[in-house]
T-cell receptor, first 114, second 109 residues
Framework: EAGVAQSPRYKIIEKRQSVAFWCNPI?????LYWYQQILGQGPKLLIQ????????DSQLPKDRFSAERLKGVDSTLKIQPAKLEDSAVYLC????????????FGPGTRLTVT | GENVEQHPSTLSVQEGDSAVIKCTYS??????FPWYKQELGKRPQLIID?????GEKKDQRIAVTLNKTAKHFSLHITETQPEDSAVYFC????????FGSGTKLNVKP
């Protein structure tokens, strides 16, 4: 079974630039999560999708972050414009159905904002 | 929303000793409690999980206990080995999912 795929793996941008991350979940997984993990901290949930609907985006900074999951499969997370404090690893995860099933994580995208 | 607190933030044990990490949660609706291990530069990986209809679960050297009344759950690692050194995260979920802040475990040979 293929795992969760993410790209790019690394990205360096200057502040005020924009960036986009892509995630392809495990086939058949209805729930997709985007997390932000700042060095030394636990993953912070940014947004949770159930199929192509949003379950929770309460911690997503909506003035600069946006995410979509068209057709309930792949997802993209965008930051525009980026700030220095956005430097982190962005993890995508998927689970079979909802928050009571095991989450499988992708390798993450390490973002550095200079 | 849910608030998951995890203690201690760092834990250092001698090889062969036991390690215990504790978490508390606030949302009584939470019914799924996984534990993840994250090695440096790698993705979190599930090591054990427990659901609210079970009080304890064991898998070789790892066990998790859950007290729903008190809203706390714990990870127990026995006979620790250097390869257990990593950051461990607890989490709680029902409709939504929240992680604790992590415990850095160092097992000294």
């Amino acid at each position: 079974e293929a795992g969760v795929a993410q790209s790019p793996r690394y990205k360096i941008i200057e502040k005020r630039q924009s960036v986009a991350f892509w995630c392809n979940p495990i086939s058949g997984h209805a729930t997709l999560y985007w997390y932000q993990q700042i060095l030394g901290q636990g993953p912070k949930l940014l947004i949770q999708f159930q199929n192509n609907g949003v379950v929770d985006d309460s911690q997503l900074p909506k003035d600069r972050f946006s995410a979509e999951r068209l057709k309930g499969v792949d997802s993209t997370l965008k930051i525009q414009p980026a700030k220095l404090e956005d430097s982190a690893v962005y993890l995508c995860a998927s689970s079979l159905w909802g928050a009571t099933y095991e989450q499988y994580f992708g390798p993450g995208t390490r973002l550095t904002v200079t | 929303g849910e608030n998951v607190e995890q203690h201690p933030s760092t834990l250092s044990v001698q090889e062969g000793d036991s390690a215990v990490i504790k978490c508390t949660y606030s949302d009584s609706a939470s019914n799924y409690f996984p534990w993840y291990k994250q090695e440096l530069g790698k993705r979190p990986q599930l090591i054990i999980d427990i659901r609210s209809n079970v009080g304890e679960k064991k898998d070789q050297r790892i066990a998790v206990t859950l007290n729903k009344t008190a809203k706390h759950f714990s990870l127990h690692i026995t006979e620790t080995q250097p390869e257990d050194s990593a950051v461990y995260f607890c989490a709680a979920g029902f409709n939504k999912f929240y992680f604790g802040s992590g415990t850095k475990l160092n097992v000294k040979p």
